[in-house]
């Protein structure tokens, strides 16, 4: 009542009520919602120009976080490749040569990435570069890993074989180093005994009678008895990989036919057995059936205590490790 | 005046017609103000929620997408850390197997397996990895930096007084070694490879493919080059004066001959895997007056005080050597 406005009629002058028509009502409502439209956008485009668009300042807020998530991943990355190539020396530069095994070429560890749509998704943005660049070096880790691992699973392999013929190739000398050596490889104008012309095929050890005698290298007994051929009492090891050692001229034989040995079992004691004119040692070693120089496969640079700490050693060691 | 309005006052029951006074005015004025802008912010606010401007929409775009790709590439590098680690002990173990010792830890290597994680205390906080990773490079550079800073005076005097003999004695290593990632075994007491005993080593081995170059290590005249199949294999001696001679042995070919003059750094010959050796390896020695010395002392022209410390530790570490 109170609020209600009038205005003069001055056709009768009578006071009236200001009423206006519903249409009018409806025209006016839609003058002044299209104004604060207006004037909205007029405000909002003020504040825009001054403190710019929250919602913009909000996303690229966001944006400047994943970026920093990024420098992350990058840091992982840098580290990642740091450490693979830490392995890729110490594979390359020191188990292959000393395994005696041929590096990796670089080709195979570092592949040219190929492929242009591997990446097709990750075109048409702001920062489709570094994604793709990313993604590309998650990529290359990956890659390398697998290179790596299939590296070492053939080194691994190759270390284990070259371990295995350490124990079983014949390196050391079969008796106590303080006996001097007798004939070696050589053509003996006379037999000692047969007093013919004949090589010699092994080396000689001038040992006391019932001196003992080592497996010079892991193996398995192929022969152990009386030789036909002269030895007297011998036996054969076969070592694989091509070798056999042959102890002939001994007095007992402490090992029996298929025996496996290591290197330092006593397999026998030294003697004068078949074609022989005084006690000693004939050691040989044959390399698929052609005869080497054993002096060639031990090292005299043991006295005799070093000799038998090792045989101590080696006959305490498994060679099933 | 057909427009003015009047107001009906029921105390004097009189139409009084509505003027408005000029504080009147500013307030409503005022009012139409503040009611606009909370009007306009409601449509904003409305707006906002429904519709995206293009470069929202594209900022949007490109947050989902490189969010999807962190998370995507995030998970791949967790597995993938996991197979370098794994990795890493193969490594070691495979270190440990063919050398039968302990790996020198690198400076990588830090918290992981065995190490002490020296960043322990910064662990556990939102951004650990940047701050840890952060302190590891500063680590590094601050020992590059305290290693560099050791000066090389006394060397630069000594060379000074004694040209020639400095330019005599072993100085290098006999094969290029970068990284000293070659450096097989020290001098000293190690394992030996077949007797399984303590022997005293009295070279250094260094691990090459057969057929890699090796070095004169002064200047000097060719003592001796013998063929061997025994021991040391193919070997040479080079006789430097001042009481000091070399050893290269194990060689697969001589590029020198008896009694020829060489440089430091000339290629004598080349590694190989002859005599008495499970691999193929060089095996250096340096006799001063027909007493072996340590070799790790005579590397001082190759090697800044960094390297020389890093090739002191693994020359100790080592266990075993390869003849």
């Known amino acids: ?321 | 005046m057909a427009d003015a309005k009047y107001k009906f006052d029921p105390d004097s029951l009189s139409f009084d017609r509505i003027k408005l006074g000029y504080k009147a005015i500013l307030l409503r004025s005022l009012a139409y103000l503040v009611g606009s802008l909370l009007i306009a912010a409601l449509y904003g606010f409305i707006f906002a929620i429904f519709v995206d401007f293009p470069k929202e929409k594209a900022l949007k775009r490109e947050i989902e997408q490189m969010t999807l790709q962190y998370s995507l590439m995030q998970k791949d590098m967790e597995v993938l850390e996991k197979v370098i680690d794994h990795l890493q002990q193969t490594d070691d173990n495979l270190y440990r197997a063919i050398f039968e010792a302990e790996p020198v830890p690198s400076t990588l290597r830090t918290g992981g397996t065995g190490g002490v994680n020296r960043y322990k205390d910064m662990d556990g906080f939102d951004n650990s990895y940047i701050v840890i990773e952060t302190a590891r490079r500063l680590d590094r550079i601050r020992k590059q930096v305290y290693m560099q800073s050791i000066s090389f005076d006394e060397l630069i005097m000594l060379a000074k007084e004694k040209e020639e003999m400095l330019r005599s004695i072993p100085a290098i290593m006999p094969i290029s070694n970068k990284d000293l990632t070659r450096t097989a075994s020290g001098f000293g007491l190690r394992i030996h490879p077949i007797y399984k005993i303590i022997k005293f080593h009295s070279g250094m081995d260094f691990t090459a493919p057969s057929g890699t170059e090796i070095y004169a290590t002064g200047n000097g005249v060719v003592a001796s080059v013998q063929s061997s199949m025994r021991g040391l294999g193919n070997h040479i001696i080079i006789d430097h004066g001042f009481g000091y001679t070399s050893l290269y042995a194990h060689l697969d070919r001589f590029n020198v001959k008896k009694g020829q003059k060489v440089k430091r750094g000339d290629v004598i010959g080349f590694v190989g895997n002859t005599g008495m050796s499970v691999a193929p390896h060089l095996h250096y020695e340096i006799k001063l007056n027909s007493v072996a010395v340590d070799p790790v002392n005579y590397y001082f022209n190759d090697l800044t005080a960094e390297e020389y410390e890093k090739m002191i530790e693994i020359a100790s570490k080592t266990g075993q050597s390869f003849d």
């Open chain 1, 1 to 321: 009542m109170h609020n209600r406005h009038y205005f003069l009629d001055l056709n009768d002058l009578q006071f009236k009520q200001v009423r206006l028509p519903f249409k009018a009502r409806v025209g006016r409502f839609l003058v002044w919602f299209s104004l604060s439209i207006a004037v909205a956008v007029l405000y909002g485009f003020i504040f825009h120009q001054i403190f710019g668009s929250p919602k913009d300042r909000i996303l690229s807020q966001e944006l400047e976080n994943i970026r920093l998530r990024y420098s992350l991943l990058e840091m992982q990355h840098d580290r990642s490749l740091e450490i693979l190539d830490e392995i890729r020396i110490s594979d390359d530069l020191l188990y292959r040569p000393l395994l005696d095994m041929d590096t990796i070429p670089s080709s195979i560890r570092k592949p040219g990435i190929g492929g242009i749509d591997r990446f097709g998704d990750l075109y048409g943005y702001n920062h489709s570069e570094m994604m793709i660049r990313f993604r590309a070096r998650t990529e290359e880790i990956r890659n390398r890993i697998n290179v790596q691992m299939e590296s070492f699973r053939t080194v691994e392999e190759r270390k284990n074989e070259w371990k295995r013929e350490m124990e079983y190739l014949p390196y050391i000398s079969p008796v106590n180093p303080i006996y001097r050596l007798g004939d070696g490889v050589k053509f003996r104008e006379v037999h000692p005994v047969l007093g013919t012309p004949q090589w010699h095929h092994g080396q000689d050890f001038n040992t006391p009678y019932g001196t003992e005698v080592y497996a010079t290298g892991a193996g398995r007994v192929i022969k152990a008895g009386w030789s036909t051929g002269g030895f007297g009492n011998y036996l054969v090891i076969d070592h694989g990989y091509g070798f056999q050692t042959t102890y002939g001229h001994l007095s007992s034989i402490k090992v029996t036919q298929g025996m496996n040995v290591k290197r330092g079992d006593l397999v026998g004691l030294s003697g004068s057995s078949g074609t022989s004119s005084g006690p000693h040692l004939h050691y040989q070693i044959d390399l698929y059936g052609k005869h080497k120089n054993p002096l060639y496969y031990f090292n005299n640079d043991l006295n005799e205590e070093e000799y038998f700490e090792m045989i101590q050693t080696l006959s305490s060691r498994s060679i099933f490790r």
